[in-house]
């Protein structure tokens, strides 16, 4: 790349300056990754403690579902309406859109003839509105983690470019219209020498 730059001042300068530019801009990718991967990090160990969360609220209401049948026997549940209680907004970290659910805190609207069932089967219903709501945390956190990653790989793709590529092409250009100038100053310091002591002779 350096070889196909003619060899002036005016190119020394734009060289420097895209060097200068460049070495600002991997800076710049590099603090951005490092910010990304520890939201990242961060993210990842709430989604870890979330699932344990959820598998064990899942157990616990799957077990209270069999208790109760075996107890009372199977007991007739009105179909759940569609939750229009979930919304979804966005934050912005380091440019990438991460999503952030809320739900509407509703009381428990019972589905079913509270004498016909029994305490298990209340437990069961409880937890499973408990599993639901972790549920839809955790599709957050996962979602985030993925917007991440990608957004990771991204810039990592982008740094080792400039680090790479980029950047040492412009050091190499700037070196070699610095040597190219300096050889230039020898040649015509070496020329007016010669043409001062040719006048010097003549006299």
Avoid: H
């Avoid at 579902?65 to 229009?84: C, H, K, S, W, Y």
């Amino acid at each position: 790349m350096a070889q196909q730059v003619f060899a002036t001042k005016g190119n020394l300068i734009n060289a420097r300056r895209s060097l200068k530019q460049a070495q600002l801009g991997y800076e710049l990718m590099d603090r951005k990754r490092n910010i990304l991967i520890r939201e990242m990090v961060s993210l990842s160990d709430a989604a870890k403690e979330l699932k344990e969360g959820l598998e064990n609220t899942f157990n616990e209401a799957y077990s209270a579902l069999r208790t109760a049948n075996i107890v009372g026997g199977v007991i007739n549940v009105e179909q759940m309406p569609v939750d229009t209680s979930i919304e979804v907004s966005y934050r912005s970290v380091m440019g990438v859109e991460l999503p952030t659910v809320t739900i509407e805190k509703q009381k428990p609207k019972l589905r079913y003839v509270i004498t016909d069932t029994n305490t298990q089967f209340d437990k069961a219903y409880i937890s499973f509105i408990k599993a639901k709501e972790m549920s839809i945390m955790l599709a957050e956190i996962e979602n985030s983690i993925y917007r991440l990653s990608v957004a990771i790989r991204k810039t990592q793709k982008r740094a080792n470019a400039l680090k790479n590529i980029v950047i040492p092409n412009y050091k190499e250009q700037v070196k070699f219209i610095t040597n190219a100038l300096e050889e230039k100053e020898r040649e015509e310091f070496s020329r007016q020498k010669i043409i001062k002591a040719t006048m010097q002779r003549s006299k």
